[in-house]
């Protein structure tokens, strides 16, 4: 059974940074992309990052692009995303998720963990 566990949310300053970890079980990394979405209030929940980690390839939001990082860590089967500059805008719930990229394609979500950027 796929779990994902998110950590790392929290609140912070604008200006400052935040590292999120998504722990991910049941799954072979290889055969799955991993990305963060990401949903503030009122707002529908919205592509942040994605990373295959066969081959590697990684994706990001124009709004992050510069400013926010994707890694991942195949043996210990983690995701991060490392968050600079931070600004009011990217206060959100931030959710991990995997997509079994081989067929059948399924995704998976994590809980959340909140974001919140604020002086």
């Known amino acids: 059974q796929v779990q994902l566990v998110e950590s790392g949310g929290g609140l912070v300053q604008p200006g400052g940074s935040l590292r999120l970890s998504c722990a991910a079980s049941?799954?072979?990394?290889?055969?799955?992309?991993m990305s963060w979405y990401r949903q503030a209030p009122g707002k529908e929940r919205e592509f942040v990052a994605v990373l295959f980690s066969a081959g590697g390839r990684i994706s990001y939001a124009d709004s992050v692009k510069g400013r926010f990082t994707i890694s991942g860590d195949n043996a210990k089967n983690m995701v991060y995303l490392q968050m600079n500059s931070l600004k009011p805008e990217d206060t959100a719930m931030y959710y991990c998720?995997?997509?079994?990229?081989?067929?059948?394609?399924?995704?998976?979500w994590g809980q959340g963990t909140q974001v919140t950027v604020s002086s």
């Open positions: 049941g799954l072979t990394f290889s055969t799955y992309a």
């Open positions: 998720k995997a997509r079994r990229i081989v067929i059948p394609i399924v995704d998976y």
